[in-house]
């Protein structure tokens, strides 16, 4: 895989310990930017109006491969063992770039990308039945309403957007998530 995969690590610092788990990422951060591929990586503290805050540890690496690497490494182990004791247990997230994040598998503990030529497959037929079906159906209602074409224009590629992130492709992934997901 040669698109950038980003891996969010999440975590919820144990009472007091907010300042040690910064600085413990600031050290695995460091640690990682070492390794071959590492492209960056960023720290954010959730918006949580309660406590607890979550603390968000996010590495991008350049490829698959690389960051696989950086996982593996004892390097990485070591600085883990570290922080163990500095918050609860960690969440750890694989983000893959392109089209990948509107085919995920809910079940899997790791995130599993299906074939692309599978993802070009659903999303073309998504594509074609929404511009056959729902988009139809609203070019004759804005007509109705004497809209300029270049707001007809815009309407519909923002109506299709959300639906197909929000409605349908969540949707369509999971009715053909047997067929996806499988090598």
């Not at 690590?9 to 144990?14: A, D, K, L, Q, S």
């Not at 990422?25 to 954010?44: L, R």
Request: a negative charge.
């Amino acid at each position: 895989m040669d698109a950038p995969v980003t891996t969010i690590i999440r975590v919820i610092p144990n009472a007091g310990r907010k300042a040690d788990v910064l600085e413990w990422f600031e050290k695995i951060s460091t640690a990682a930017s070492q390794f071959d591929g590492y492209v960056k990586s960023e720290v954010f503290e959730t918006c949580n109006p309660v406590e607890p805050r979550e603390l968000l540890n996010i590495f991008i690496f350049d490829s698959y491969s690389h960051l696989t690497n950086w996982e593996a490494s004892p390097h990485r182990e070591e600085i883990l063992s570290l922080g163990r004791l500095l918050f609860r247990q960690p969440e750890a997230k694989r983000l893959l770039t392109g089209m990948e994040f509107l085919f995920h598998e809910h079940k899997a503990e790791t995130a599993i990308a299906p074939l692309k030529w599978k993802i070009v497959t659903v999303t073309s037929v998504t594509i074609f039945f929404l511009l056959h079906t729902i988009i139809a159906w609203l070019n004759q209602l804005f007509v109705q309403l004497a809209l300029p074409d270049w707001i007809w224009d815009i309407l519909s590629v923002i109506f299709m957007a959300y639906l197909m992130t929000y409605v349908l492709m969540p949707g369509v992934t999971k009715l053909f998530s047997r067929w996806l997901f499988t090598r």
